[in-house]
């Protein structure tokens, strides 16, 4: 078990919040069984209660991908214990899968909520940018019909609305990517409000010891780069970041480590050009090779 703390950081437009990032590491075969709910809810709020340097302060505590390993916006009782555990002081971020509707109208969505320390959730996102045979079936009653089914286990989620960013009092605005929407350019910022903070939820055990994690991990620090914003990635089972608005890592934990990271919120730079006009930058700069090596005397040599 490990905490990293970093103090002494530029902090975000928010004065001086934190940012506290639970790091698991519950092994993917065993998180689903009804057993072992118990103990990894417990290490997830024994986790969340560790103070550190966090003391008197305000600070925004994050979980992974389906941190939870129930339906969390049904239970009253786990949502008053998160809310006993944060204190006036805190928020959460966490990822959990949500149920809407019953019986043959009945949709599950990967979902993003933000809880506060009254247990309250205060605002939700749901994943719009699915896995294919992972989260869903596509053509499911053409593929159904010869045999094929999804890769994993249950029912198969919904897209949520699209992007979103999420405003909460006391928070800064958080534009939450779970799992692999982060690795799109120009495809992970609402074009309707500029988020303060990129929170990428991610559960990468999938991938095991291998490059998959530290792939998956360098794929999101660019949105960082390219949108001129923080990221803050919990990862269920590693990497665990949070990286300032140039990708530098400030606060990590590695793969298979259970922990926490606590450092003060990177403040966000003004809109990139690659933000502002995304990949039009590359097409003017293949237009202009292109008009070199068409019109130049050095373009005619090559």
Same mark, same amino acid.
């Given at each position: 078990v490990r905490l990293f703390e970093a103090p002494g950081v530029a902090a975000a437009?928010?004065? &001086?919040?934190?940012?506290? *990032?639970?790091?698991? =590491?519950?092994?993917? =075969?065993e998180k689903w069984r009804p057993e072992n709910r118990a103990w990894i809810w417990d290490r997830?709020?024994?986790?969340?209660?560790?103070?550190?340097?966090d003391e008197g302060q305000r600070v925004l505590v994050v979980w992974p991908e389906s941190a939870v390993p129930f339906v969390l916006s049904r239970n009253e009782t786990a949502l008053a214990e998160i809310g006993e555990t944060l204190g006036p002081d805190r928020m959460l971020v966490t990822g959990a899968n949500r149920l809407?509707? %019953?019986g043959s109208s009945l949709e599950a969505f990967n979902s993003v909520h933000v809880v506060n320390g009254e247990g309250t959730i205060l605002a939700t996102y749901d994943k719009h940018h699915l896995v294919p045979f992972g989260e869903y079936l596509p053509f499911r009653p053409l593929l159904e019909a010869i045999g094929l089914e999804k890769l994993t286990e249950g029912i198969g989620f919904s897209a949520g609305r699209g992007l979103q960013t999420l405003v909460v009092p006391g928070l800064p605005a958080i534009g939450p990517l779970v799992c692999y929407e982060a690795i799109f350019p120009v495809a992970v910022t609402d074009p309707r409000r500029r988020p303060d903070v990129l929170v990428n939820l991610t559960d990468d055990s999938w991938f095991g010891p291998f490059a998959g994690p530290r792939q998956h991990? %360098?794929?999101?620090?660019?949105?960082?780069?390219?949108e001129g914003l923080p990221l803050v990635r919990a990862a269920n089972s590693g *990497?665990? *970041?949070?990286? &300032?608005?140039?990708?530098?890592?400030i606060g990590r934990l590695?793969?298979?480590? *259970?922990?926490?990271?606590?450092?003060?919120l990177p403040a966000a730079t003004a809109p990139t050009p690659y933000a502002r006009l995304g990949d039009l930058v590359f097409l003017g700069l293949l237009l202009a090779a292109a008009l070199w090596a068409r019109y130049s005397e050095a373009g005619r040599i090559f």
């Open positions: 437009g928010e004065g &001086d919040l934190r940012v506290r *990032i639970v790091q698991p =590491s519950v092994p993917q =075969s997830l709020l024994s986790l969340t209660a560790a103070r550190g340097e809407a509707g %019953a991990l %360098a794929i999101a620090r660019m949105r960082a780069i390219e *990497i665990s *970041i949070v990286a &300032d608005p140039r990708g530098r890592v590695g793969v298979g480590e *259970i922990g926490t990271i606590g450092v003060a």
